[in-house]
């Protein structure tokens, strides 16, 4: 017997003091999130990523909480990353940030091009990120100084007389693409002028500083409603102002195939942990489901038609790659 209560207290003290030496996180695994969450957004303040990145936040941390009852953490807290048209921001979420569920980020698909054939060939592969979701699709508009070109017809003639000056928010992204085709297509003479995001391009509009920008309608919708800029055009089939004509009506319907995709997209790094994978599209898919976000989307004059999620996405991604390939001689004469 006595045998038997030595070696009983034995354990018992054994238990006791293994218990104070572990860490607490390996006694028992906080339900994620058991910390905030950061959103890296890829553009600077004040632009159309940084808008819905900040707009999104909110609706993650309520939903992410929703599905993950006990959960501690999970404020969703943006971090934007400006710097070399985004690839700062994607090299950042490839390379450092940890598959945990605690970092994702925006993504700009046009980003593709100069990551994988541009000049600023990065040395990983965008196909391994962990897609996620898309939150809405791009409608452009070209848009001019109120006191410049006034319709389509002027900015027809002007490009008679000599190059256009185009603005766009940040080189190599969705914007300089959708850029290029739309002169390619249109056969305007042009100059391509980046700047570092949306906001700029607006100022830079209003105050005259060039012929004409492409931007996307969420981004300028108030300042077109306003007849604050001139809208010379939209990239659409269907009318989005009365006012404004579409580029079918002009006689160029291909650049609606090329023009109107899939943007403003969400990705984790490779290899996400498949249940926090799980848990982040979950929770996007009730975000996008929530009538203040339609709301504010409908606000915003965003196309939030067919959304896409996991491997969904990751199509997408390939089939945009595919298409970019084709257009590589032309993307090169613009110094992409």
């Not at 450092?96 to 990983?124: H, V």
């Not at 108030?222 to 007849?227: G, L, M, R, S, Y």
């Not at 203040?292 to 969904?312: H, M, N, S, T, Y």
């Not at 997408?316 to 790659?321: A, G, R």
Request: hydrophobic fraction near 40%; charge should be positive; glycine fraction near 8%.
């Amino acid at each position: 017997m006595r045998r038997i209560n030595f070696i009983g207290m034995f354990v018992a003290v054994f238990i006791m003091t293994s218990f104070y030496l572990l860490p607490m996180g390996t006694m028992a695994q906080d339900v994620y999130p058991s910390k905030d969450i950061t959103l890296i957004c890829n553009s600077a303040p004040g632009g159309g990523f940084d808008i819905f990145a900040r707009m999104a936040a909110p609706y993650m941390t309520k939903y992410l909480k929703e599905l993950s009852p006990g959960a501690k953490g999970g404020e969703v807290k943006v971090k934007n990353m400006p710097g070399a048209s985004g690839l700062q921001a994607y090299e950042y979420l490839f390379k450092d940030a940890k598959p945990d569920g605690y970092t994702y980020g925006d993504f700009n698909p046009g980003a593709l091009y100069a990551m994988l054939y541009g000049s600023q060939k990065i040395a990983f592969d965008p196909r391994e990120y962990t897609w996620l979701y898309s939150i809405t699709r791009t409608v452009r508009v070209f848009i001019s100084n109120k006191k410049g070109i006034a319709t389509w017809e002027e900015l027809m003639a002007k490009s008679k007389k000599g190059p256009i000056t185009f603005l766009i928010p940040q080189f190599g992204t969705t914007a300089h693409l959708d850029c290029i085709y739309a002169v390619e297509i249109t056969k305007i003479p042009a100059k391509i002028v980046s700047m570092e995001g949306t906001a700029d391009v607006i100022n830079a509009v209003i105050r005259g500083d060039a012929d004409a920008a492409l931007v996307s309608y969420d981004s300028v919708a108030t300042v077109c409603e306003a007849k604050e800029v001139n809208t010379l055009v939209s990239f659409t089939e269907a009318k989005i102002l009365p006012w404004v004509p579409t580029i079918v009506e002009k006689g160029f319907p291909d650049c609606v195939k090329y023009i109107k995709r899939v943007n403003r997209m969400f990705m984790g790094p490779p290899n996400l942990d498949p249940e926090r994978d799980r848990l982040l599209i979950a929770a996007g898919k009730k975000m996008l489901a929530d009538p203040g976000w339609i709301e504010f989307c409908k606000k915003r004059k965003a196309d939030v038609e067919q959304p896409l999620f996991g491997k969904e996405l990751k199509e997408e991604i390939k089939s945009s790659i595919e298409d970019m390939q084709k257009w590589i001689p032309v993307f090169k004469k613009y110094g992409l």
